[in-house]
């Protein structure tokens, strides 16, 4: 799996973090996205999807 995140379309709603904390965090300075791991283990998939399917803005997708 392989993640990708676009930093222009974010918001910073955080729900990202809130599904996949060690997937995701938020910057401190502005609170956008951070990637902390942009191929997680497959064990974490659902979490992943979950992240992307819950981002207001869709800016997370998810690529097998």
């Known amino acids: 799996m392989r993640v990708v995140v676009d930093q222009g379309r974010c918001v910073g709603a955080g729900q990202c ?4 904390d060690d997937v995701f965090d938020q910057r401190d300075e502005d609170g956008l996205v951070d990637l ?29």
């Open 36 to 64: 902390l791991d942009p191929s997680p283990p497959q064990s974490r998939l659902a979490d992943v999807r979950h992240a992307a399917a819950v981002c207001p803005a869709s800016a997370i997708a998810v690529e097998d």
């Open 17 to 20: 973090v809130l599904a996949a």
